[in-house]
C-alpha cells in the first residue's frame, strides 16, 4: 500500500500490527485471505523487478475506518465501474483485466 500510494500521490495513514491481530481483524469483518503458492512461471514484482515467491487469495473489499476507529464503509467485493489510475493499469493482468470489466461475488 505504502508503495501503491507513493506511485499514485495519494495520502492516507497506513497501520500494520502482528500477524494473529491483523487475522483477528479480517475474521472479523468477514474477509478471506491465504497465503498460497506463486504460479508457474513467477509473477515479477513491480517494484523490485524480482519474481514473487508466493502469493496470496483473498476476497475483494475494504473497510474505511474513521480516526475514532468507527467502521464507516465496508465493500464486500469489487464495485461496479471501478477505475485503476493509468500509473497502475499497465500492472494488470489478463485475470484483472477480466475481474475490473465484470466484478462480481468471485472477482
Given amino acids: 500500500m505504502a508503495a501503491y ?10 497501520l500494520t500490527a502482528s500477524s494473529a491481530m491483523i487475522a483477528a481483524l479480517w475474521y472479523y469483518f ?3 485471505y491465504q497465503v498460497v503458492p506463486e504460479g508457474s512461471p513467477a509473477g515479477i514484482d513491480w ?4 519474481p514473487y ?3 496470496v487469495d483473498h476476497s475483494d473489499g475494504f ?3 474513521d480516526p475514532t ?20 493499469r499497465h500492472l494488470l ?15
Avoid: C, N
Fill in 93 to 107: 493482468d489478463a485475470q484483472g483485466v477480466y475481474d475490473l470489466k465484470h466484478p462480481g461475488g468471485g472477482s
Fill in 69 to 88: 476507529l468507527h467502521e464507516r464503509f465496508v465493500a464486500a467485493r469489487m464495485v461496479s465501474g471501478a477505475t485503476v489510475p493509468s500509473p497502475l
Fill in 30 to 32: 468477514g474477509t478471506y
Fill in 5 to 14: 500510494a507513493k506511485l499514485t500521490g495519494v495520502v492516507w495513514a497506513l
Fill in 47 to 50: 517494484e523490485s523487478g524480482r
Fill in 63 to 65: 473497510i474505511v475506518i
Fill in 53 to 55: 515467491t508466493y502469493d
